[in-house]
């Protein structure tokens, strides 16, 4: 984006808060510490409120200097969209949009995702931001993302969603566990094996207690992460079993190191993951296209780890 587009002010504010210190924005801008100095101070003269505290070891913001931050990093996305609008009035296919997906989807759908677009569509650039399903929706919400890939979204007055599918939950087991030959299974039955959970800081574990505390009341499971290829890894490893959804283990089950089993508990909920947009901003053109392609490869993804199921057990 060219810097013209972004006052001098506001640029210069966002670097010093990203930098830590005026020394360090200078370093970043080639320009002179005092330079910016001046320009942060005539933007708190205009404003009647310090943006920064000033402390021995740098610069942090306070909390009128938050809300220009976050006026500054949408203004910047706002002029990259505008870029990009205007390459789509010349016909050309080219601009760059903004992301937010989730972790599970790094190793999995996203690469294929991304080799497919860079194939077809190589002018249009990708800023990637993993986060948790709530950081995603807020994204959509305050303008910062074009697009987000998520779990658990629900269509309303900010959020609409381009495609949906449901995502039963199930357990995933090494080939050679006792239960990867079950066509399906119980909790009770997968609580009889150590279990390696998510902790409480991603949305499945959240569910799990929310409608089945007991599971780990009667015994906590003995291991505990944040890191979906821990878990995955430690269940293809034969020692645990992981309940997840089939989405999350899909390079896993596709590459035979995996087995997916679907719970058949009457309260068990299926989960969802969608692909959202905002409902109160346009989504460019380009943004469209990279919607439905993801959706295609959504579909797929899903369409491939199902068939894989079906053939292992005979279906």
């Not at 990009?84 to 995702?113: K, W, Y």
């Not at 574990?205 to 599971?215: A, D, I, K, T």
């Not at 719970?263 to 296209?289: E, F």
Request: charged fraction near 20%.
């Amino acid at each position: 984006m060219p810097q013209s587009l972004l006052p001098k002010m506001l640029r210069y504010a966002e670097v010093v808060a990203r930098a830590g210190s005026v020394q360090a924005a200078a370093r970043v801008l080639n320009l002179s510490a005092s330079a910016i100095d001046r320009q942060i101070l005539l933007l708190e003269d205009l404003l009647g409120a310090p943006l920064f505290e000033r402390q021995p070891d740098g610069m942090r913001l306070s909390a009128a200097g938050e809300l220009v931050v976050t006026l500054a990093k949408r203004w910047q996305h706002d002029a990259s969209r505008l870029l990009t609008d205007i390459r789509q009035l010349q016909g050309i296919n080219q601009g760059s949009l903004r992301l937010a997906a989730m972790d599970s989807h790094a190793n999995g759908l996203m690469p294929v995702f991304l080799e497919r677009l860079h194939r077809e569509h190589p002018r249009i650039r990708l800023e990637i931001d993993i986060v948790s399903p709530d950081q995603a929706e807020a994204a959509l919400i305050a303008g910062t993302t074009d697009l987000a890939i998520a779990f658990n979204l629900k269509a309303g007055r900010d959020l609409h969603l381009v495609m949906q599918a449901e995502l039963p939950l199930g357990c995933v087991v090494a080939p050679g566990h006792p239960l990867a030959g079950q066509p399906d299974t119980s909790l009770k039955a997968v609580s009889g094996y150590p279990i390696v959970s998510q902790n409480r800081s991603l949305t499945i574990r959240r569910y799990l207690e929310s409608r089945h505390g007991w599971l780990f009341a009667e015994r906590e499971a003995p291991v505990q992460t944040n890191s979906l290829q821990l878990v995955k890894h430690l269940a293809a490893a034969g020692s645990h079993v992981a309940l997840t959804s089939e989405l999350d283990a899909a390079p896993e089950i596709l590459a035979g190191r995996l087995c997916f089993i679907p719970l058949t508990d009457r309260n068990v909920q299926p989960q969802t993951v969608a692909i959202a947009i905002s409902a109160r901003r346009p989504l460019p053109r380009i943004g469209r296209l990279v919607a439905d392609l993801l959706a295609e490869e959504l579909r797929g993804c899903l369409e491939a780890v199902r068939q894989r199921r079906a053939a292992g057990s005979g279906g």
